[in-house]
């Protein structure tokens, strides 16, 4: 997460769907979603469309049947991770204003009604930075803002932060500008 601050005013800009690891995985499901249709197709016609795959060895119903349907399911979820690059889902940023008093967030959605999310709160409702850390396989590092009489605002995605010390740091920083506590859990 980059960020732009002046004397009275922090931006931090929110990276989305843009990411090299996207662009991978959507790729791989492409790949292999294509791979399963292509043996599927290939076993209906009978035809080696797959050089080093016979087609005699694979019988449409059910093997051929059930790989072309994996492939058209993987091509959908393919479909949908190339959408959330191409959108940009999850991008934007967080302003903090201190002369107007105002805190901004603003998310890039997937098309339609809510494709802009622009959430505003009076900065003298910001009660503390909350650090949420979950330790192990599938590890999370948020940072939230406490509003006053509002659920805890998110303000970085899960994967945001690859080490704990990065995101002390973030949460100092903002708690410095803010003049405002920092909470753990």
């Known amino acids: 997460m980059n960020n732009l601050q002046l004397e009275d005013i922090r931006v931090d800009f929110v990276t989305g769907s ?5 662009f ?22 009978q ?3 797959i ?19 994996y492939g058209i399911a993987g091509l959908f979820i393919s ?3 190339w959408s959330t690059i191409l959108w940009n889902v999850g991008s934007g940023y967080n302003k903090f204003d201190k002369r107007k008093r105002i805190l901004s967030i603003f998310r890039w959605g997937f098309p339609g009604k809510n494709r802009r999310i622009f959430i505003q709160f009076d900065i003298k409702d910001v009660q503390a930075i909350r ?7 599938l590890s999370r590092r948020i940072l ?21 010390g990065e995101m002390e740091t973030k949460a100092a920083e903002l708690a410095r ?9």
């Open 18 to 22: 843009r990411r090299i690891s996207n």
């Open 24 to 45: 991978c995985w959507a790729l791989i499901l492409l790949a292999g979603a294509l791979g399963f249709c292509s043996v599927g197709f290939s076993s209906y016609l």
């Open 47 to 49: 035809k080696d469309l």
């Open 51 to 69: 050089p080093f795959l016979s087609a005699e060895h694979i019988l449409f119903i059910p093997q051929g049947l059930v790989m072309f349907f």
């Open 79 to 81: 479909f949908y991770l």
């Open 131 to 137: 650090m949420e850390v979950q330790e192990g396989f």
């Open 144 to 164: 939230y803002i406490k509003i006053k009489g509002q659920q805890d605002v998110p303000l970085s995605r899960i994967e945001e932060y690859s080490t704990l």
């Open 177 to 185: 500008f803010l003049k405002i506590s920092i909470e753990g859990i």
